[in-house]
């Protein structure tokens, strides 16, 4: 199991705007470089991108979560 | 006079509005969100209400939360400051509702300005010069023609469903208008369902230069005005006044331009009409009235003596307005800089961090409005706005020589900041010129990266 971890702090989002879809489900596989969700730091936004392949990720964080450089944002098999 | 007065903000406008507003024995109340329950807008107030977590839309945003926390600590007003609710023309109508007096304009008088095209026709109709263009929607290709008249070239071409500059084409001749504009409506309908489409001149190298005015819903007068021509992806970052680029009749023309619009619209408050300025053509242009007090409000302060805050608040107690025109007299010339917590030598990358090693420049003619203290983390929630500097001084040479003086007195440890740039343009000849326009920053940006990044 590997984590996906907060580059920045900021506010997490899992899509790139309310009324898209999120960038991955809960279960979905992951490849290196997929944007799995967006960190907000003073109006600017910055995609988070998995770091190595995986399968089934489940989010350790919520849509709008307020996050810690380092927080885990998800876990991959 | 106001009893006591929520203020609907943070950082250094709150605390800003705090300071005017105990200057005039008016009690206060802090609104904060969980990130902010250290601010220092917190620690000045009297009073304050945790009005819910971090993301601004379920705190700063939260409409409900904080009339709740003014009705709970028996306020009798509400100070929206800028950002946030300031232009919600909903927030003031709900705190007029709830029994409140909003420290501000109206609902309909936000309403009015904060559409673009009613905005353009109010202006219009005050006599104040807008930018050459359609008067409303263009519907087919003969009616943009006729356009074309009043225009020139080069033409902008907008959806007039857009937003956010989606949709714009540029024309600079006939042939080039014949192929943009159907390309333009398809394009329009395809992204918004509305073939509509708005025609406006393009101004090339223009200033950004702005009237402060008050008034009281019957009386309007002027503070004169400010230059932001520095402005990095149209946010100003260094704000002046007055202008060098006015002469003294355009000056004249331009005040009395604001001075009318206010008097048309029954504007009540601190308001500010801003202008693209064309150098070339010597003339200028209606963009848009902000219903709010601005972040640069302290250069005015600076040069005519008026605190604009104490006079929203008297001006909300139901004073009349007590300055006539005459009154006010311009001194001096002042200058503010923005600074960021953000990182120049990085594309200006946000920089949250913990402030340490604060070091505030002081003197004569130097103000610093901030929210910072040795210690205070900031968050990474909101605006990256950590502090003002403005500097006062007799001419505008003397001005940038204060701020060289005052940046270098100035530390603020633990974060990046945007210092580096004003020191770097306080010594460039363009802008101790005073030759610059809206687009130069970026121009010089791209020229200076290298000087930046060391």
Known sequence: MAQILS??????????????????????????????????????????????????????????????????????? | MLKKLLIANRGEIAVRVIRAAQDLGIATVAVYSAADAEALHVQLADEAVNIGPPA???????????????????????HPAYGFLAENAGFSDAVTAAGLTFVGPSGDAIRLMGDKVSARTAAAAAGVPVVPGSTGRVDGIEAGRHVLEA??????????????????????????????????????????????????????????????????????????ERECSLQRRRQKVWEEAPSRALSTSLREELCASAVALAKAVGYSGAGTVEYLYDDEADRFY???????????????????????VAEMLRIAGGEPLRIAQEDVTVTGHAIEVRLNAEDPARDFAPFPGTIGDLRIPGGPGVRFDSMLYNGYQVPPFYDSLLAKLIVHAETREAAIMRLTRALRELEIGGVKTTKPLFLALAADPSVRAGDVHTRWLEGWLQDNATALAG
């Not at chain 2, 839309?57 to 306020?75: D, F, H, P, R």
């Not at chain 2, 992204?191 to 819903?217: C, N, P, S, T, W």
């Open chain 1, 7 to 77: 580059p920045l702090p900021g506010t997490f989002y899992r899509s790139s705007s309310p009324d898209t879809p999120p960038f991955k489900a809960d279960g979905d596989d992951v490849t290196a470089g997929d944007v799995i969700g967006l960190i907000e730091v003073m109006k600017s936004f910055h995609e988070v991108k998995a770091e190595i392949s995986g399968k089934n990720i489940r989010f350790a964080a919520d849509n709008e979560d307020p996050v810690m450089a380092g927080a885990p944002l998800a876990d991959i098999d």
């Open chain 2, 56 to 78: 601004a839309k379920k705190s700063y945003l939260n409409i409900e939360a904080i009339i709740a926390a003014a009705l709970e600590k028996g306020c009798d007003s509400m």
């Open chain 2, 151 to 224: 225009t020139g070239f080069p033409v902008m071409i907008k959806a007039a469903a857009g937003g956010g500059g989606r949709g714009i084409r540029i024309a600079n001749s006939l042939a080039e208008f014949e192929q943009a504009f159907p390309q333009a409506q398809a394009e329009a309908l395809a992204a918004f369902g509305d073939g509509g489409l708005y025609m406006e001149k393009v101004i090339g190298k223009a200033r950004h230069i702005e009237v402060q005015v008050l008034a009281d819903g019957q009386q309007a007068i002027h503070c004169y």
């Open chain 2, 286 to 308: 209606f963009i848009e009235m902000n219903t709010r007090i601005q972040v640069e409000h302290p250069v005015t302060e600076a040069i005519t003596g008026i605190d604009l």
